[in-house]
């Protein structure tokens, strides 16, 4: 098995395939081992797609590879193998949905998943036994018919949680706005603010969280930044989010085939950085302008 992201975020569908391997008996590596009978290439971003590192003969998923194939029911729906990188994560990890009710031009999820729909409970991926954490990947959690079944769950069981692919602040109502609130082990509440023609109802879902009981300061929000090239809407949306004193996150926008589509002003302001180290990186990968 191969996991070009090398990321540290467990490749998902990687340690399913390890479990049902060795469910069977068979013996898994997360390498490059000196001979095998099967091998798996997996990865999610284009940009670290790296065919030369593919063995011949490899079964190769991911978006990163533009693949939009599926693992079989019988893999998909097992609990993943967490040992496979070597060391415990210190996580679960899964999705409770699959899909999305948007199609925003940026995104593949709604291509390559179609409408929103439940996909699993926590206690298929959550290995109770190891980890209080758990990592949900849903794309958009909250319009899922069994959001509330997903809430209901992960406060029952005080599992500290992250939404780690964000949650949909335009559908962000006085319950979901109680829910997240009694959720309570959270690492961050993320959401996305990716166009400035959301503004009324970002700063309608900001509203709704803090009377709840939630401080702005707990909000995360991921920002893409380089798509529109709309300088101004890129700079309001950060203004109404420094307003409220919410965390923030830019997403410089990368294409399908890699491209980095660097803000549409230049250099992206100190201030904007929500993780300084990963800026930095991209800088030097694509040549990125970071102040």
């Not at 679960?92 to 729909?117: A, D, L, M, Q």
């Not at 009981?213 to 909000?219: K, M, N, V």
């Not at 101004?232 to 890699?258: K, T």
Request: aromatic share 10%; proline share 5%; net charge neutral.
């Amino acid at each position: 098995m191969r996991d070009l992201d090398n990321t540290g975020f467990g490749n998902l569908a990687l340690m399913k395939l390890s479990a049902w391997h060795k469910r069977r008996g068979d013996q898994v590596f997360l390498s490059q081992a000196p001979a095998w009978d099967r091998s798996y290439v997996s990865c999610v971003f284009t940009i670290n797609v790296k065919e030369e590192e593919c063995p011949p003969g490899a079964e190769i998923g991911g978006t990163g590879f533009k693949a939009n194939g599926w693992l079989p029911p019988e893999v998909e729906h097992i609990m993943p193998d967490y040992s496979v990188y070597g060391q415990d994560l210190g996580y679960s990890t899964g999705f409770t949905s699959r899909g999305c009710i948007r199609r925003c031009p940026w995104c593949v999820v709604h291509e390559k998943e179609g409408g929103i729909k439940p996909w699993a409970e926590i206690y298929e991926f959550w290995d109770r036994h190891h980890h209080d954490r758990i990592r949900l990947l849903d794309n958009n959690l909250l319009a899922s018919p069994n959001w509330r079944e997903t809430m209901e769950a992960v406060i029952r069981e005080r599992l500290l949680v992250d939404f780690n692919q964000g949650l949909d602040i335009r559908l962000v109502t006085d319950e979901v706005a109680s829910y997240l609130k009694r959720v309570g082990r959270c690492t961050k509440l993320r959401f996305s603010f990716d166009e400035w023609s959301n503004h009324e109802a970002v700063r309608e879902g900001i509203r709704r969280l803090v009377e709840a009981g939630l401080y702005a300061s707990q909000l995360h929000f991921y920002l893409l930044l380089g798509f529109t090239q709309d300088p101004d809407g890129d700079y309001a949306r950060l203004d109404l989010l420094r307003e409220f004193g919410c965390s923030i996150f830019p997403m410089v926008y990368i294409d399908g085939d890699g491209v980095v589509h660097p803000p549409a002003r230049g250099p992206i302001p100190k201030d904007m950085h929500g993780d300084r180290n990963r800026m930095r990186k991209l800088a030097r990968l694509k040549g990125v302008v970071t102040h």
